[in-house]
């Protein structure tokens, strides 16, 4: 089954730091892979979508990597403030399966302190 | 930009009782989905549809109707409620004539409880 984890499933960090968030997949034959932002009670704000034959993709202060032979992604944020925090999923679009919709992680929950 | 546009935000059904959940979108996407989000098991593809008339199952389809008579509207039909069905729902759609490369844009949720 193409699963899609993600570690940890919660992060605090104090105001300014730079993070990693991790994003692991159990296929490599992906059409892309979409990071999402969501905010407590409100729907999912899509972030960043990476094609499988890219490497990065970046927005701000956001830079998202892919190393489909490995089955990672990571979101880099830098200069982290309290506005961040949020719960961030990742989401691949597997070749394989029949619906060739989204497989979601289950999120990480960042908190940036002040 | 209004982008993909649910309603009602909430909703309180009684076991038994029907409704559908509306979305609509004004991006021209051919793609429009339908998940629920429940604690610990993440986003589930209930129903989808790749163009007006055409709709297909997800993950969990069971207890949901789905029709598409336009590009614009998916909505999302509750037969006979059951308290399983209880969840938050997301209604999502894509672009690029719904070829798997397009960005997924969600709605704002709509939050059901079924007592």
């Known amino acids: 089954k193409q699963e899609v984890t993600q570690i940890p499933a919660a992060l605090s960090v104090p105001e300014g730091e730079n993070l990693v968030l991790n994003c692991s997949f159990t296929?490599?034959?992906?059409?892309?892979l979409q990071w999402f932002r969501q905010d407590p009670g409100k729907g999912l704000t899509s972030l960043l979508l990476?094609?499988?034959?890219?490497r990065e993709q970046t927005s701000g202060r956001l830079n998202a990597s892919l190393d489909k032979s490995s089955g990672r992604s990571t979101l880099y944020i830098a200069a982290s403030q309290p506005g961040d925090s949020a719960t961030y999923l990742c989401a691949v679009r597997f070749i394989a399966g029949s619906a060739r919709q989204l497989t979601f992680g289950s999120g990480t929950q960042l908190t940036v302190l002040p | 930009n209004a982008g993909v546009t649910q309603t009602p935000k909430f909703q309180v059904l009684k076991t038994g009782q029907s409704m559908t959940l509306q979305c609509a979108q004004d991006m021209n996407h051919e793609y429009m989905s339908w998940y629920r989000q429940d604690p610990g098991m993440g986003l589930r593809l209930i129903h989808y549809s790749v163009g007006a008339g055409i709709t297909d199952q997800g993950e969990v389809p069971n207890g949901y109707n789905v029709s598409r008579s336009t590009t614009e509207d998916f909505p999302l039909r509750l037969l006979s409620a059951a308290p399983s069905q209880t969840s938050v729902y997301f209604c999502?759609?894509?672009?690029?004539?719904?070829?798997?490369?397009?960005?997924?844009?969600f709605g704002e949720g709509s939050r059901l409880t079924v007592l």
């Open positions: 990476i094609q499988s034959s890219q």
């Open positions: 999502a759609s894509r672009g690029n004539g719904g070829r798997a490369s397009g960005e997924l844009f």
């Open positions: 296929d490599s034959a992906i059409y892309n």
